[in-house]
C-alpha cells in the first residue's frame, strides 16, 4: 500500500516561491511516473505538473516557465518547485501517481495573496 504525505505549502506574496515535496512509501514509486495536481476551492482536482521514472517532465500551460518537478528515487520523492506564484495557483496540492491513483494525501495548501 503506497501512502503519499505532501509538505511544504504556505501563505506567500505574488511573485513568491515555494518548494513541495511529497514523500512515498512502498516500492512502486521508483517505477511509475508521478504527477503533482491541485485543487481550487469550487474547481475540479487538475494536474499541473509529471515526470516519468525516467526524469522526463510535461506541465500544464498554466505553470509551464514557473513551476519545476524533479524527484529523488533513492528517497521516494518528488519535488515541485513553484517560482513567480500568482494567486490563481491558490490551491490544495497533492502528488499521486500518472498511470493510476492510490490513496490521496492529505495535501498540501497554498496560498497567493494578491
Known amino acids: 500500500q503506497v501512502q503519499l504525505v505532501e509538505s511544504g505549502g504556505g501563505l506567500v506574496q505574488t511573485g513568491g516561491s515555494l518548494r513541495l515535496s511529497c514523500a512515498a512509501s512502498?516500492?512502486?514509486?521508483?517505477?511509475?511516473?508521478m504527477g503533482w495536481y491541485r485543487q481550487a476551492p469550487g474547481k475540479q482536482r487538475e494536474m499541473v505538473a509529471a515526470?516519468?521514472?525516467?526524469?522526463?517532465?510535461n506541465y500544464a500551460d498554466s505553470v509551464k516557465g514557473r513551476f519545476t518537478i524533479s524527484r529523488d528515487n533513492a528517497k521516494n520523492t518528488v519535488y515541485l518547485q513553484m517560482n513567480n506564484l500568482k494567486p490563481e495557483d491558490t490551491a490544495v496540492y497533492y502528488c499521486?501517481?500518472?498511470?493510476?491513483?492510490?490513496?490521496w494525501g492529505q495535501g498540501t495548501q497554498v496560498t497567493v495573496s494578491s
Open positions: 499521486n501517481l500518472v498511470r493510476y491513483w492510490v490513496d
Open positions: 515526470i516519468t521514472s525516467g526524469g522526463s517532465t
Open positions: 512502498g516500492s512502486i514509486f521508483s517505477i511509475n511516473g
